[in-house]
């Protein structure tokens, strides 16, 4: 054999050990994949632990009897929650009198709609800026144009309560956690659960323990705003600068000086951004809470999901977008404002305490006004815009029905036929234990160890609750969705980040969706499709898409142009940087789009159990409805936190793996560049 040959053999060798070594991974999983076909192939059906809507085992008849001992508790922690709920009544009663509900003897509430239009544009301008006062003041009028004034405002009192209570507790422990390492490693599990938890979780738990009515729904949004005011303050105070911190600290400043002078004002800008997070949090949750019976436009949209009047719902889905655009590009602005008034230099700081002051009185009349004559106080019903806007919407929904049914149902057809219902046999027809090592293989190849115990702790508490199949259909749903998405991610943020015009052109349009509350998603979507499981897909590919696309857009972009260079210094196609450049290079951030993704889709997922949606989103719409199941509903509500966790944990500590420096002899060869900045 001669030596050219034995050098091409061993390039050859050399070449298969490096591409197994790159890809170990991917091959592990398609092993363990094609393991667990054979598995299913034989063992189909059996020991699948299903169980029938209507039955309930000795797990959730012990969930039962505890839920119904905390109703009937009279103890000391049943007096403080009670307290809090009574305390929390009197106070959104208070400014319901105050705005939206006449108190006796009055036949109008003190405030009408020209005071709060006073009130609304005064605050915006000393908070955000005259800017900001522009896309206020339209907001609220369309509000009452669209027929929804005092829903539109209950909404905001809900969501503003909710807010200053979550900013108030959530700043300070943000700041206690950004000093000190113990509470930070304390309160960030805690902190970890509840956002991972789907907003729709939250609600059966808090109406056993307060009730229902406007109560529990503003509690409900406290505990569902808070974390990302704790999270962004904490990350804040951490982010300033130590060479700051030490040069005041030289000066003999105390804690509290330092806290007031120093980091305060250099976190200020950052905590902002967290009360934006906070906010659109809030009016999610608010708007969700119309199910506990939360005032505000959640009411309409939930009543006009109900009856099929989809064009009620479309409207006051309309209001709640505005009103979800005004406060987030309001409080965006209030966090440049300080910067904004730095560059104007003084005159432009007389001119706006003179308009303060001016604004001031102005406002002061309104509300006088409004207060006193009746056209200053009802919004005038001349100008009606809801109404017809939401005849045309039934009659497009009948027009979709009547004219192009065999389109959408086809869709629906093809896509349950081929895609969902193959994977939903796999995984939940699939023996118990047979899924349960499948899943806990893909978790240890995916995120290591720490990725496999917390799927081992889940899929534990998965088993216990006994609702197993029922998780498994939900979980195949999650990621049958989650994998569109994936698509559409890599597809619209690869199109994003190789080109800076498609960025600036398609981004403002994922930040203006992201802003919307996930009970909107579901409007458009039963317009087009009845409800089923489908519907509640389509509504979580379409809420999980925007966050995914932007993180692989970021992540393409990210890519270190050096390395870019390189590739094309061989002369590498456009395919070929993106496929073998780009996306692996990206690969922490796909990951973490699979993670964003998943985690919103189960949101919508589990919401969708409103529309059809079934698994575990109808066990809890079932314990809603029927007190006797509400074990069942609470033990489906705990099994889907436990779902969420351990993907969270799965594709977190997986992203983790994929951002570690990696170097493989191929790369070497090929761009001579290391991976360290990935």
């Keep these: 054999m ?7 053999r061993a390039a050859f060798d050399e070449g298969i050990i490096a591409t197994l070594r790159v890809r170990w991974r991917l091959l592990s999983l398609l092993g363990v994949i094609v393991g667990w076909l054979v598995a299913w192939a034989f063992t189909r059906g059996t020991d699948t632990l299903g169980i029938q809507a209507s039955d309930r085992t000795e797990v959730h008849a012990w969930f039962l009897r505890r839920t119904t001992a905390i109703e009937n508790a009279d103890n000391v922690a049943v007096s403080i929650l009670g307290g809090i709920s ?28 020209l005071g709060v239009l006073a009130i609304a544009c005064f605050a915006t301008y000393a908070i955000a800026g005259w800017r900001s006062v522009l896309l206020v003041a339209p907001s ?87 974390p990302p005011a704790v999270r962004v303050t904490a990350y804040a105070i951490r982010a300033v600068s130590k060479t700051t911190i030490e040069a005041t600290d030289s000066l003999g400043q105390n804690t509290w000086q330092r806290l007031r002078n120093v980091e305060l004002p250099m976190a200020k800008r950052t905590i902002i951004v967290g009360v934006n997070q906070t906010t659109m949090a ?7 809470a119309a199910y506990v019976d939360g005032p505000g436009l959640g009411q309409p949209v939930l009543e006009g999901l109900r009856r099929g009047q989809l064009g009620k719902s479309f409207v006051a889905g309309i209001a709640i977008v505005i009103m979800a655009i005004m406060l987030d590009r309001t409080t965006t602005a209030s966090s440049t404002r300080r910067e904004r008034a730095a560059r104007g230099g003084r005159d432009r700081g007389r001119v706006r305490t003179v308009a303060l002051g001016v604004g001031g009185v102005v406002t002061l009349v309104a509300v006088y006004l409004s207060n006193i004559f ?14 017809p806007l939401s005849e045309r919407v039934d009659d497009f929904a009948d027009w979709l029905r009547r004219d192009l049914s065999s389109l959408t149902t086809g869709i629906q ?15 939940a027809n699939s023996p118990w234990y047979v899924a349960a090592v499948a899943i806990l293989a893909i978790a240890l190849i995916a995120g290591g160890g720490k990725a496999l115990v917390a799927a081992a702790l889940c899929l534990t508490g998965i088993y216990a609750l006994d609702l197993w199949n029922n998780a498994m259909i939900t979980l195949t749903a999650v990621l049958v969705a989650t994998a569109v998405v994936m ?65 692989i857009a970021d992540g393409i972009s990210g890519v270190s142009a050096t390395t870019m260079e390189a590739a094309e210094s061989v002369g590498t196609s456009r395919m070929q940087m993106i496929f073998k450049v780009q996306l692996p290079m990206a690969r922490g951030s796909l990951l973490l789009a699979a993670n964003q993704g998943l985690l919103y889709v189960l949101s919508m997922v589990v919401i969708g159990g409103m529309v059809g949606a079934g698994a575990l989103g109808f066990d809890i719409v079932y314990g809603f409805r029927q007190a006797n199941f509400a074990g069942k509903g609470l033990a489906a509500g705990i099994t889907i936190v436990l779902i ?16 570690s420096p990696v170097r493989t002899g191929a790369q070497n060869r090929r761009f001579s560049l290391s991976r360290a900045h990935v």
């Design 140 to 226: 609220f009028l369309l509000f009452g144009l669209l027929g929804y004034w005092e829903d539109s405002l209950d909404l905001l009192i809900v969501t503003g309560v909710a807010v200053v209570l979550a900013t108030a507790i959530g700043i300070p422990l943000g700041i206690w956690m950004g000093h000190s390492k113990t509470v930070s490693s304390t309160f960030t599990p805690v902190l970890d659960v509840l956002q991972t938890m789907p907003s729709f979780v939250y609600l059966l738990p808090f109406s056993i323990v307060f009730g229902i009515g406007p109560a529990v729904a503003a509690l409900v949004t406290l505990t569902y705003a808070m």
């Design 413 to 427: 057809e093809k896509f349950t036929l081929y895609f969902l219902n193959p994977m939903q046999d796999l995984i």
């Design 644 to 659: 969420g966790i351990m993907l969270d944990r799965i594709t977190t500590y997986g992203a983790q793996r994929a951002a």
């Design 282 to 288: 809030a009016l999610s949750m608010a708007t969700i």
């Design 487 to 551: 698509i559409l991610g890599v597809v619209v943020g690869v199109w994003m980040g190789r080109s800076e015009t498609v960025d600036r052109a398609v981004r403002p349009v994922l930040d203006a969706a992201q802003t919307l509350p996930p009970f909107v998603y579901l409007i458009p979507v039963l317009v087009l499709f009845d409800a089923n499981r489908f519907t509640a897909m389509v509504a979580g590919i379409v809420y999980a898409a925007p966050v995914a696309i932007k993180l």
């Design 86 to 113: 009574d305390a929390m009544d009197s106070v959104l009663l208070f400014l319901q009198h105050l705005f939206t509900v006449p108190e006796f003897p009055r036949l109008v509430p003190q405030i009408g709609w």
């Design 374 to 387: 009746s056209w200053a106080n009802q919004f005038p019903e001349g100008v009606d815009i809801g109404t």
């Design 2 to 8: 001669s030596s050219v040959t034995l050098t091409k």
